[in-house]
Structure formats: structure tokens, C-alpha cells
């Protein structure tokens, strides 16, 4: 089976959770929201040979670098993250550890549940950078 990451969004700091294909912990790690760190996350799943990371965001500079990086990459709801807690642990308390495990495994053992993101196509790309420079010349 293949290696999968959950990742637990937060503004500032996220918490990544890697998952042996067989659902054994092979690493947790924090990263803060600024770009040496995205890189280097984003360069150790690779090295880590992950193939799919799951994340409660459908969108964000996060999402674009996972992508890029040819991860693939699958939102869940931040509802379905809580409704599925109590599968893997009895207390169903929340911390941002532990989301990012349930992520992993989500990913893990039910990424056929879920859609996956596509990457924009380039004429997005090209809208979306056109867009951002009208917006500063206004």
C-alpha cells in the first residue's frame, strides 16, 4: 500500500501526520505557514514517497504548492474530520496531532470516498495572474 498524509490546516502553523502504507506512524512534524517551510514540507512528502495527503481545504496557497508538488490531494469537510474522530480514538478529543492522523488515515484507507483536486489548468493560471496584476495597477 501506498504512504499517505493527512495535514491539519491551521493560519499560522500546520501539523503533518505520515502514514506507512500498512497505517504505521513513520512521522509527525510541524511546519509554519511561510515559504521555507511549505517547501520543505513539501519536498520531504515527496522524498517520503507519499502519494495522497488529505487536508480539511479545498483551496489556499497550501493546496497549490501540494499540487504542484504532483501530490494528490483530497478535501475533506471539517465535518466529516469530526465525525469521523471516534473511529480512531474513544474520547474524541481534538488536537491538531491527532487531526492530522485521522486525515492520514482517511486518506490511507478511505481515499475512494473522496474527490480528488485537480491542478488549474495553465489558461487559469494565465487568468488568475492577469487578474492579481490588474488588481495592483488599479
Same mark, same amino acid.
Given at each position: 500500500?501506498?504512504?499517505?498524509?493527512?495535514?491539519?490546516?491551521?493560519?499560522?502553523?500546520?501539523?503533518?501526520?505520515?502514514?506507512?502504507?500498512?497505517?504505521?506512524?513513520?512521522?509527525?512534524?510541524?511546519?509554519? /505557514?511561510?515559504?521555507?517551510?511549505?517547501?520543505?514540507?513539501?519536498?520531504?512528502?515527496?522524498?517520503?514517497?507519499?502519494?495522497?495527503?488529505?487536508?480539511?481545504?479545498?483551496?489556499?496557497?497550501?493546496?497549490?504548492?501540494?499540487?504542484?508538488?504532483?501530490?494528490?490531494?483530497?478535501?475533506? /469537510?471539517?465535518?466529516?474530520?469530526?465525525?469521523?474522530?471516534?473511529?480512531?480514538?474513544?474520547?474524541?478529543?481534538?488536537?491538531?496531532?491527532?487531526?492530522?492522523?485521522?486525515?492520514?488515515?482517511?486518506?490511507?484507507?478511505?481515499? /475512494?470516498?473522496?474527490?480528488?483536486?485537480?491542478?488549474?489548468?495553465?489558461? %487559469?493560471?494565465?487568468?488568475?495572474?492577469?487578474?492579481?496584476?490588474?488588481?495592483? %495597477?488599479?
Amino acid at each position: 500500500m501506498e504512504r499517505c498524509a493527512g495535514l491539519d490546516w491551521a493560519k499560522d502553523a500546520h501539523r503533518m501526520c505520515v502514514l506507512e502504507g500498512d497505517g504505521e506512524p513513520l512521522l509527525q512534524r510541524g511546519f509554519t /505557514h511561510d515559504e521555507r517551510d511549505l517547501d520543505g514540507m513539501c519536498e520531504l512528502l515527496v522524498e517520503s514517497e507519499v502519494k495522497r495527503v488529505a487536508i480539511e481545504r479545498p483551496d489556499g496557497v497550501l493546496v497549490e504548492r501540494l499540487l504542484e508538488a504532483e501530490l494528490i490531494v483530497l478535501p475533506i /469537510h471539517p465535518n466529516q474530520l469530526k465525525a469521523a474522530r471516534p473511529r480512531f480514538r474513544a474520547s474524541g478529543g481534538k488536537s491538531d496531532s491527532f487531526d492530522a492522523f485521522c486525515l492520514a488515515e482517511l486518506a490511507r484507507t478511505d481515499h /475512494h470516498r473522496f474527490r480528488v483536486l485537480a491542478p488549474d489548468s495553465d489558461e %487559469t493560471k494565465a487568468i488568475r495572474a492577469l487578474t492579481l496584476e490588474n488588481a495592483r %495597477t488599479s
